[in-house]
């Protein structure tokens, strides 16, 4: 199992456990605003803004409230303005780490996230030092009570790269722009989808062998999602299944 599909696994699952759903909400709403404002409000000619619509409704999202917040990233409701930022680090044992944010006001959002860095034993880097260690894929995920073929099927013919085991299910990754197709055609072929999102994968990956390593790096990474204006991070770091299992204990 790759390294970045036992991340998507994690990354799942902490989410299936989030409690602060509220939280959750208006990240998601935040995301959808900015696909809206830089992309356009129609979702027919903006992927990016139509990943984001389906990952809120995912998440169950009243769709009324995701309508509202299109409407305020194409200017047609009055909000706050948002824009996307990157910050770059290392935690603890040398794991890169790309961390998503959506802020209104970088000269709060930066120090604060600075501060994660360094209260929780990582440190912060400069722009590009770690984001090349990435690529940005689109991610559709699929219960594994269907059969590889036919997800392979359905998904290769629609532009896929790739269907790997995450441990919990069937994993289609392909480019960030035919995400939505994807996931189309997988329904269409009457496949049912889980989740469909816009991620980082890493180029490579670092083995952590011990629970006490895995630990101190998702603290760091659970200290950054707490933060209101991170929406996503990304890590290189791959778990022995070994490892995994104790975490979940």
Known sequence: MS??????????????????????????????????????????????????FQKARDASVPLDTIERAVKRGTGELEGVTYEEVAYEGYA???????????????????????????????????PGAVAWQFERKGIVVVPSSVSEDDVMLAALDAGA????????????????????????????AGIAVESSDLTMVPTTTVELDTVEAAASVLRIIDALEDHDDVGDVFANMDLPDEVLAQLED
């Open 3 to 52: 390294g970045h599909s036992k991340w998507a696994t994690i990354k799942h699952k902490k989410g299936a456990a989030d409690k602060k759903r509220g939280k959750l909400f208006a990240k998601l709403i935040r995301q959808v605003e900015v696909a809206a404002r830089t992309g356009g409000g129609d979702p027919e000619s903006n992927p990016t803004l139509r990943t984001m």
């Open 92 to 126: 603890p044992h040398g794991i890169a780490l790309y961390v998503e944010a959506l802020t209104d006001n970088r000269n709060r959002t930066g120090p604060e996230i600075r501060s994660i860095f360094s209260k929780q034993g990582g440190s912060m880097a400069e």
């Open 161 to 188: 790269e790739d269907v790997s085991d995450n441990g919990e299910g069937w994993q289609v990754t392909c480019e960030p722009g035919l995400t939505f197709v994807v996931r189309q055609a997988l329904e269409d």
